[in-house]
């Protein structure tokens, strides 16, 4: 033993192994890594920052003082020579202040650490800005996000709008998770049957590394997600993305052949249509009865809950956050899960992969990447394109007539001078259109189209949106809303 603690091959080795080791710890502080808890990007990671450096400065101070005591100590009162020193045990008032030092001690940690958790565990607050609520789900191995107000489910990239604060309801569905973004707060427990809540604000727009942090199983490690935080503007843009259906794709493309084979093999656990009216509800009872259908067999189901894949060619990554999500991991992902992630619950019970020996894929290479372009082709459809190919021949005032029912301009404008729904009503729009502002009626509709907050109509309010329309079809509108007396 003692000849191995001196081998002086080792000593000579351990000085350089240790300051690696080092080195490599304070590295991971640097605020530059992307799951570093210095990296504050919103004021809760940087409050819970400032908490830990109140108390890693009090630790230090602790330390130096007392081991600063006993270096002293052990120097100034070293054994000189056989007499035994004059004996302090039993000493009251030392032990009192020993006692009474680090209680204040604590308690000066205990106070800003309990007004720390109350904050979070409130939820946001009002005053600083329109809330948004959100629902995240820990299934194993992958996050569910809902919006009910927005009514829409998304799996593993929660989007949120910058500096507005963000109230997350964490729940699982089956062992207990974590959930941890933290650069911008953490870390709280996600228990099945019993919520706890977490809230955050992101300063600035930017994709925020998130992980669970409750060991659930196998892929625990692989159980990653991200928060991507956008503008204001932004965020709207992916809300109303999110409800608007993509392009169909041309009979007998690639795309269609890839969307057919999905309905077959993989829609009974991936919702992929959420843009579709009640959705939102639909897919809640769905993703319960896949879940109850799970428990009933958990050996042999079928159908076990599963991310929802609106508009996948948005996605950045693919398995919950572990790899860029391209077509050539795409295609690995569906060829074989396992490849990728280990212990997928896809992959034990989707149909498709149960036929064969290794349990890969029992669909061609073709039919693999058919499926792989379809979902990377599932985008927010430009609208125009949805209502063109039914708009064509007939004058101008009869295309303009049937775009202002399929776009769902008399959603919100009557045909009656005496209704108002959302908007006025465009009876006798010709008419008053040249007085409204300084610009000519045709440019004042034109206007009225393109950039309906320029100029707000007395008595309502900035309600009015549209998807972009072309200019051609625009005219069409006009041709038609001029006629309306
Ligand atoms: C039995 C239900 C089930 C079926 C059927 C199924 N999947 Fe999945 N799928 C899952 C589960 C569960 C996950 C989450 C896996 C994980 O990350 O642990 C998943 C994940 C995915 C993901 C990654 C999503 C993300 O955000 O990371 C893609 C893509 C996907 N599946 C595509 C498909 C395709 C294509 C098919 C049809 C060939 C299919 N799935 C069939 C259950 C299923
Ligand atoms: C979601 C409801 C909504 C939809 C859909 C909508 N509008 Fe509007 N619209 C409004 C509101 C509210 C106003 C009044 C506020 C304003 O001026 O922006 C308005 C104002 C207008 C005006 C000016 C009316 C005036 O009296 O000066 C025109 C013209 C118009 N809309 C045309 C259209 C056309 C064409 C469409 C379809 C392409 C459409 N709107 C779709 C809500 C809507
Ligand atoms: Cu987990």
Redesign the pocket.
């Known amino acids: 033993m003692q000849n191995w603690l001196t081998s002086s091959k080792l000593t000579k080795l351990a000085l350089p192994v240790l300051a690696l080791a080092a080195t490599l710890f304070i590295a991971a502080c640097s605020p530059e890594h992307p799951q570093s808890t210095f990296g504050y990007a919103g004021p809760v990671a940087r409050d819970q920052g400032n908490l830990f450096l109140l108390i890693f400065w009090i630790a230090v101070a602790v330390f130096i003082i007392v081991e600063g005591g006993i270096i002293y100590i052990a120097f100034r009162y070293r054994r000189r020579d056989d007499k035994i020193p004059k004996q302090v045990h039993g000493n009251t008032k030392l032990e009192i202040t020993w006692t009474i030092i680090p209680s204040l001690v604590v308690a000066a940690i205990a106070v800003p650490t309990i007004i720390g958790i109350w904050e979070q565990q409130r939820g946001a607050p009002t005053d600083m800005g329109d809330v948004l609520e959100v629902e995240a789900i820990g ?4 996050f569910e996000f809902r919006y009910p107000n927005q009514e829409i489910v998304t ?3 929660l989007h949120v709008p910058t500096g507005r604060p963000v109230n997350v309801k964490l729940s699982s569905q089956d062992v207990i998770h974590s959930f941890w973004v933290p650069k911008l707060a953490g870390k709280v427990d996600m228990v099945p049957l019993n919520d706890n809540l977490v809230w955050f604000i992101a300063d600035e727009p930017g994709i925020y590394d998130g992980q669970c942090a409750e060991f659930c199983g196998i ?1 625990h490690a ?2 990653r997600f991200r928060v991507i935080a956008h503008e204001e503007d932004g965020f709207q843009e992916w809300v109303a993305g999110m409800r608007t259906p993509p392009v169909p794709f041309e009979a007998g493309s690639a795309e269609a052949q890839g969307e057919l ?2 309905a077959t ?6 919702t992929n249509d959420s843009w579709r009216q009640d959705a939102y509800s639909l897919e809640i009872q769905q993703q319960e009865s ?1 879940w109850n259908t ?1 428990l009933d067999d958990i050996e042999n ?7 929802n ?1 609106t508009h ?1 060619s948005q ?1 950045h ?6 790899k860029e ?1 391209s077509r050539e991991n ?1 295609i690995k ?2 060829t074989d ?1 396992d490849s990728i ?1 280990i ?4 992959q ?5 992969y149960q036929e064969r020996e290794d349990n890969k ?1 029992n ?1 061609s290479n073709q039919e ?1 990447e058919n ?2 372009d379809y ?1 990377l082709a599932l985008e927010p459809g430009d609208i125009s394109q949805l209502v063109a190919p039914a708009i064509t021949g007939g004058t101008p005032e009869e295309r303009g007539e049937q775009l202002f029912v399929s776009i769902g301009c008399n959603a919100c404008h009557s045909l009656d001078a005496d209704t108002t729904i959302v908007g006025p009503s465009l009876i006798g729009i010709a008419g008053r259109a040249g007085t409204r502002t300084s610009l000519s009626a045709d440019e004042y509709l034109r206007q009225s189209i393109n950039d309906p907050g320029a100029f707000i109509v007395d008595g309502f309010t900035n309600a009015m949106v549209v998807p972009k329309i072309p200019p051609n079809q625009v005219d069409d509108l006009i041709a038609y809303i001029t006629t309306l007396e």
Not at 139 to 142: I, K, L, T
Not at 317 to 322: D, Q, R, V
């Open positions: 299934h194993r191995w992958w799996a593993n990239e892929a692989h159980m084979l999905f093999n993989c829609k009974t656990c991936h896949r799970w189901s079928r159908l076990v809950s599963a991310p894949l996948y996605r990554f693919l398995g919950s956050g572990i999500n795409l992902w569906i899960p992630k212990g997928t619950a896809m034990a019970h989707a149909a498709a894929i669909l693999v499926i792989a979902l």
